[in-house]
């Protein structure tokens, strides 16, 4: 069964803490996402990726950072913590193609305290 | 960029047939509009997918005017399950590579009984 994996469903750290976030997709997939959901806010785009290695900035990439060093792994680093980055955050993969569908992960809640 | 725009909510009754109806003045040519779905504590899921005129799956219909300016995405006989939040999707072209794939707030439809 094809498949994204969120390293975490639930995670707490504290304000300042450098958090990683780990995303591993199995379909061979050329694109990945990481979104941030809010309540009334929808799904904002903070950085995408199309290849290993190259990253593009979203909507809110500000206090975020990416890195895709392999094809199946796309991470999120928030570089100090912030109480304002608590959220759900949701990865998702895609082919190419103007009839990309996405895969989304079940998401990790981050709690910043 | 081709923003979309949806209700905020919907309500309706089991057994009834619901149309959620999405505005995409900017669409561009070879852009496919795609709709997904997401219920509570998950990330979203592929529905259904189309590019003009209309196209039925299992769990939905999608219907696109000829202009490409809206798509209604139709729910026969909804039950309490399809309470969710609804989206729709017009990939914006990054670089000829991928979408930068930009969801809305979406629709929250309500079904009661």
């Known amino acids: 069964d094809v498949k994204v994996t969120q390293s975490s469903r639930y995670l707490v750290k504290r304000t300042g803490e450098k958090v990683f976030l780990e995303c591993v997709q199995d379909?061979?997939?050329?694109?990945m996402f990481w979104y941030r959901q809010d309540p009334g806010l929808g799904l904002r785009l903070i950085y995408f990726?199309?290849?290993?290695?190259?990253?593009e900035k979203g909507d809110i990439p500000e206090g975020y950072s990416v890195s895709r060093e392999k094809k199946e792994r796309f991470s999120l680093i928030l570089e100090s913590a912030s109480t304002n980055q608590t959220s759900m955050y949701l990865c998702a993969s895609g082919t190419t193609g103007v009839k990309e569908k996405l895969l989304f992960g079940s998401g990790t809640q981050l709690s910043v305290l | 960029l081709a923003k979309t725009t949806q209700p905020i909510s919907m309500d309706s009754y089991e057994g009834q047939e619901v149309n959620i109806t999405c505005s995409h003045n900017?669409?561009?040519?070879?852009?496919?509009i795609t709709w997904y779905q997401q219920f509570p504590s998950q990330g979203p899921r592929f529905i259904i997918q189309?590019?003009?005129t209309k196209v039925t799956n299992e769990v939905a219909s999608l219907f696109i005017p000829a202009d490409r300016k809206s798509s209604t995405l139709s729910l026969p006989r909804v039950s309490l399950s399809d309470t969710a939040v609804y989206y729709c999707l017009v990939g914006e072209r990054y670089g000829g590579a991928t979408n930068k794939l930009i969801f809305g707030t979406g629709t929250l439809l309500a079904v009661q009984p």
């Open positions: 189309g590019y003009k």
């Open positions: 900017n669409i561009a040519t070879n852009d496919y």
């Open positions: 990726s199309y290849d290993v290695k190259m990253k």
């Open positions: 379909m061979d997939h050329e694109n």
